[in-house]
């Protein structure tokens, strides 16, 4: 192995980080939290395991997210996640450090961008690049950027949607919104709450989004029973739920995503607007996967929307595919510090 750098893309996101080994694809998909021991700010565990503690941890213990709308909040922590993640994805990587790719917010500034090179490399790796995500989506969904054709990517992710106008592998315009999965989650909470009275968990409104949601209304809807609390009596509650309900409830949030959606497209110089009038909007990350986002981004702009191959892996691909072709896309991503 001793020729090859060992390489290493990572996709670090506001609510899951995945790593990514070339030629052998993911190799790890875990949370992004960290549990911390109130006492002496030790790391007491990050992803899965910190996941689990999260709601049902003592006083002494508290599970952190260390990105914040796609944006590193705390970097002490965000350096332990990253040392763990490659750890687990590379053991015995002390011999061989790796090349480190990790994703970055379209809207990440040159400091933000430098603590998470600095965090890398403290982390164990020889060298770390920071791309930003919406072109190593459109890398991952396949899309040609090298070429002198305007394409538009939407990446719809935990913290924020990432909307960019990629040509000749350069961003053109883009914009990045805090709204995006724990929005929407967040919206069908507050929905139950003022609508029946009902308190439910963060997991309860993502798993309502996933069963039942869409985009759009739809003729024929889906039905399902939520369980919480209820707000007047304190105990435990069921009642029925359906799909044009889940519609009603994140209007707002899906409202700020077509508005960034617009915006990008608004700020397109005209030839290439031209071009994703034909090419159509790529659509990646978890939020792709709500029934009919395509249908609501069509009807809003008139612009044919398309769901990428299976979306949540479109950024943690693209690191894969830019570390192999390094020089190809050396001019595109590449700033190294």
């Given amino acids: 192995m001793g020729f090859f750098t060992k390489q290493l893309g990572i996709d670090l996101g506001t609510a899951n980080t995945l790593v990514f080994i070339p030629r052998k694809g993911v190799v790890l998909n875990e949370p992004s939290v960290v549990a911390i021991s109130v006492l002496n700010h030790r790391v007491l565990a990050v992803g899965d395991e910190a996941?689990?503690?999260?709601?049902?941890?003592?006083?002494?213990?508290?599970?952190?997210?260390?990105?914040?709308?796609?944006?590193?909040?705390?970097?002490?922590?965000?350096?332990?996640?990253?040392?763990?993640?490659?750890?687990?994805?590379?053991?015995?990587?002390?011999?061989?450090?790796?090349?480190?790719?990790?994703?970055?917010?379209?809207?990440?500034?040159?400091?933000e961008r430098r603590a998470v090179v600095e965090a890398a490399l403290k982390a164990g790796a020889k060298n770390a690049y920071v791309v930003k995500e919406p072109i190593l989506a459109a890398i991952g969904a396949g899309i040609p950027i090298q070429e002198a054709r305007g394409h538009m990517v939407v990446d719809i992710g935990g913290g924020t949607t990432d909307a960019a106008v990629i040509s000749l592998g350069g961003i053109v315009s883009a914009t990045s919104a805090k709204v995006a999965g724990n929005k929407i989650d967040q919206a069908i909470a507050d929905y139950i709450k003022e609508r029946f009275n009902l308190a439910i968990g963060d997991r309860t409104a993502e798993d309502l989004?996933?069963?039942?949601?869409?985009?759009?209304?739809l003729k024929e809807e889906l039905s399902t029973i939520v369980k919480g609390r209820d707000y007047l009596t304190g105990l435990p509650r069921s009642t029925e739920i359906k799909t044009n309900e889940i519609v009603e409830a994140i209007k707002e949030p899906m409202g700020e995503i077509i508005k960034a959606i617009?915006?990008?497209?608004?700020?397109?110089?005209?030839?290439?607007?031209?071009?994703?009038?034909?090419?159509?909007?790529?659509?990646?990350?978890?939020?792709?996967?709500?029934?009919?986002?395509?249908?609501?981004?069509?009807?809003?702009?008139?612009?044919?929307?398309?769901?990428a191959e299976e979306p949540l892996l479109c950024v943690a691909r693209g690191t894969g595919k830019a570390l192999e072709h390094l020089e190809t896309y050396k001019k595109s991503i590449m700033t190294k510090r």
Wanted: glycine letters at 10%; charged letters at 20%; a positive charge.
């Fill in 51 to 111: 996941k689990e503690m999260i709601g049902r941890t003592p006083d002494s213990i508290i599970a952190y997210r260390p990105l914040r709308d796609g944006v590193i909040a705390d970097y002490r922590v965000t350096e332990a996640m990253l040392r763990y993640f490659i750890g687990k994805a590379l053991p015995g990587m002390r011999i061989f450090k790796p090349e480190v790719m990790v994703s970055a917010p379209a809207g990440v500034t040159s400091t």
């Fill in 209 to 217: 989004k996933i069963s039942i949601g869409s985009a759009v209304p």
């Fill in 262 to 307: 617009k915006l990008v497209l608004q700020d397109t110089p005209p030839e290439l607007a031209a071009d994703i009038t034909t090419t159509g909007i790529m659509v990646t990350g978890g939020g792709a996967l709500l029934r009919n986002i395509d249908e609501l981004i069509y009807r809003a702009t008139g612009v044919p929307a398309h769901i």
